[in-house]
Nanobody
Framework: QGQPVESGGGLVQAGGSLRLSCSAP????????MGWFRQAPGKEREFVAA????????AYGDSVKGRFTISRDNAKNTMNLQMTTMKPEDTADYYC?????????????????WGQGTQVTVSS
């Protein structure tokens, strides 16, 4: 697998929407679960969402349930995070990560490869 690369971060007003994408090169992309984490200044890295190898199973952190949607396109080796009804507390650096396993992971240590992160700022 190659290192994931995030894109799509930026500035958005509260109540608005933003879409993050993650590109993960490698012929075995479709075998592995992927996830999104975020880290705000002075805080620990937090689980946001994850998706299993096929896209048939997803999971979300409590703070984003009902507002964020994770999806993947194995034909294009990409994963997306659609964020809606955004809040100022969603402000953070967002990281894409891949696992060595097909099942979803919820912890930072469950993931092997990490992107460099993309900044998301939600203004009030």
């Amino acid at each position: 697998q190659g290192q994931p690369v995030e894109s799509g971060g930026g500035l958005v007003q509260a109540g608005g929407s933003l879409r993050l994408s993650c590109s993960a090169p490698g012929r075995t992309f479709s075998r592995y679960a992927m996830g999104w984490f975020r880290q705000a200044p002075g805080k620990e890295r937090e689980f946001v969402a994850a998706i299993n190898w096929s896209g048939g199973s997803t999971a979300y952190g409590d703070s984003v349930k009902g507002r964020f949607t994770i999806s993947r396109d194995n034909a294009k080796n990409t994963m997306n995070l659609q964020m809606t009804t955004m809040k100022p507390e969603d402000t953070a650096d967002y990281y894409c990560a891949t696992r060595y396993y097909g099942a979803i992971g919820y912890r930072v240590e469950d993931y092997a490869y990490w992107g460099q992160g993309t900044q998301v700022t939600v203004s009030s």
